[in-house]
């Protein structure tokens, strides 16, 4: 087998697999939610124990779950019994994750988390096994094969656990009504962040660097104005000043094959009318979004008057850590 044939071979194995584990969803998992839920509701944490590669697994879940405004700590199971279950309390959510569900450490925890007056959410591949059976709720995990081809390393099964963790760190999120500026808060170092607290107006382009020019402009007194601007546009506005339409140094070469006097021409005649323009009070993450959509280089910033103040030229993002 080669080794696209392989990795091909992989892919389908877990996709399938995946499409198993969704088959197999039911009334559990909005148990599972409301469990949680509920626990979040009244100031309670979310702990993720697991042991190998689903303590991996475990520790990725719950990292989704704080970025998505559901607290959770990762519980070692090998230090949980000497002294680390001090970090439960009463009402806190135990997700467990093991797909045999006879994890010798995690059934050994099993006991001393009952005595904490927590519930258990299991996740596993085997909801008969003891895991299970001592669980308040189990999400079944269970894969028809791992794609490892002797069938014995945690391939399909870790994906499956991985995905179940994010569906139940996502209908939580919709649960209890967690917010775009939720998030933003809770990433403020990074691109997404960023862009999601950060206004078009704090980033845009003003004075010098943004270049407008009336409608009866020539296009060589456009070029002019996006020489001097360092722009490889220029905002086109009526005689009120609103924005009217827009001309770019693309528009200019294209019309160059066909019209040897556009140079001449007014803008007017030659620009892009009703441009894609966005609001100075958005947010940067809506200026983002538009670049990817729509494929454009420059962003026209306007006010609430429709009046350009500003662009936002797309080379200017990666500088700004918001692509």
Same mark, same amino acid.
């Given at each position: 087998?080669?080794?696209?044939?392989?990795?091909?071979?992989?892919?389908?194995?877990?996709?399938?697999?995946?499409?198993?584990?969704?088959?197999?969803?039911?009334?559990?998992?909005?148990?599972?939610?409301?469990?949680?839920?509920?626990?979040?509701?009244?100031?309670?944490?979310?702990?993720?124990? #697991?042991?190998?590669?689903?303590?991996?697994?475990?520790?990725?879940?719950?990292?989704?779950?704080?970025?998505?405004?559901?607290?959770?700590?990762?519980?070692?199971?090998?230090?949980?019994?000497?002294?680390?279950?001090?970090?439960?309390?009463?009402?806190?959510?135990?997700?467990?994750?093991?797909?045999? #569900?006879?994890?010798?450490?995690?059934?050994?925890?099993?006991?001393?988390?009952?005595?904490?007056?927590?519930?258990?959410?299991?996740?596993?591949?085997?909801?008969?096994?003891?895991?299970?059976?001592?669980?308040?709720?189990?999400?079944?995990?269970?894969?028809?094969?791992?794609?490892?081809?002797?069938?014995?390393?945690?391939?399909?099964?870790?994906?499956?656990?991985?995905?179940?963790?994010?569906?139940?760190?996502?209908?939580?999120?919709?649960?209890?009504?967690?917010?775009?500026?939720?998030?933003?808060?809770?990433?403020?170092?990074?691109?997404?962040?960023?862009?999601?607290?950060?206004?078009?107006?704090?980033?845009?382009?003003?004075?010098?660097?943004?270049?407008?020019?009336?409608?009866?402009?020539?296009?060589?007194?456009?070029?002019?104005?996006?020489?001097?601007?360092?722009?490889?546009?220029?905002?086109?506005?009526?005689?009120?000043?609103?924005?009217?339409?827009?001309?770019?140094?693309?528009?200019?070469?294209?019309?160059?094959?066909?019209?040897?006097?556009?140079?001449?021409?007014?803008?007017?005649?030659?620009?892009?009318?009703?441009?894609?323009?966005?609001?100075?009070?958005?947010?940067?993450?809506?200026?983002?979004?538009?670049?990817?959509?729509?494929?454009?280089?420059?962003?026209?910033?306007?006010?609430?008057?429709?009046?350009?103040? #500003?662009?936002?030229?797309?080379?200017?993002?990666?500088?700004?850590?918001?692509?």
């Amino acid at each position: 087998m080669s080794h696209l044939t392989r990795a091909r071979d992989v892919f389908r194995t877990e996709i399938a697999a995946l499409q198993a584990v969704s088959r197999h969803l039911d009334e559990s998992f909005d148990r599972a939610v409301d469990v949680v839920a509920a626990a979040l509701a009244r100031r309670s944490k979310l702990v993720v124990a #697991g042991v190998g590669k689903s303590g991996n697994i475990g520790r990725k879940i719950a990292a989704t779950l704080s970025s998505t405004g559901s607290t959770a700590v990762v519980l070692d199971t090998v230090d949980a019994l000497h002294g680390d279950l001090g970090i439960l309390n009463e009402g806190d959510v135990v997700l467990a994750l093991s797909y045999s #569900g006879e994890s010798e450490e995690l059934v050994h925890l099993l006991p001393a988390l009952k005595r904490f007056g927590v519930q258990v959410v299991a996740l596993t591949g085997s909801p008969q096994s003891t895991l299970g059976r001592h669980a308040d709720v189990v999400l079944d995990c269970h894969v028809p094969r791992e794609a490892c081809p002797f069938n014995l390393a945690p391939t399909s099964s870790t994906t499956a656990t991985l995905v179940m963790g994010d569906a139940l760190a996502m209908a939580v999120m919709d649960a209890r009504g967690f917010k775009v500026k939720d998030f933003a808060q809770r990433h403020p170092a990074g691109a997404i962040g960023r862009a999601m607290l950060v206004q078009v107006g704090d980033i845009m382009r003003r004075g010098e660097r943004n270049a407008v020019a009336p409608a009866t402009s020539t296009v060589k007194e456009a070029l002019l104005a996006m020489t001097r601007a360092k722009s490889g546009s220029v905002a086109v506005v009526d005689r009120r000043g609103k924005l009217a339409g827009v001309f770019t140094d693309g528009d200019l070469r294209r019309r160059m094959a066909a019209d040897d006097d556009v140079l001449l021409r007014t803008l007017k005649e030659v620009m892009t009318a009703d441009p894609v323009c966005i609001r100075e009070d958005a947010l940067a993450a809506a200026a983002v979004r538009i670049f990817h959509e729509r494929n454009i280089d420059d962003l026209i910033v306007v006010n609430a008057r429709r009046e350009p103040v #500003g662009l936002v030229d797309s080379q200017d993002l990666p500088k700004l850590k918001l692509m």
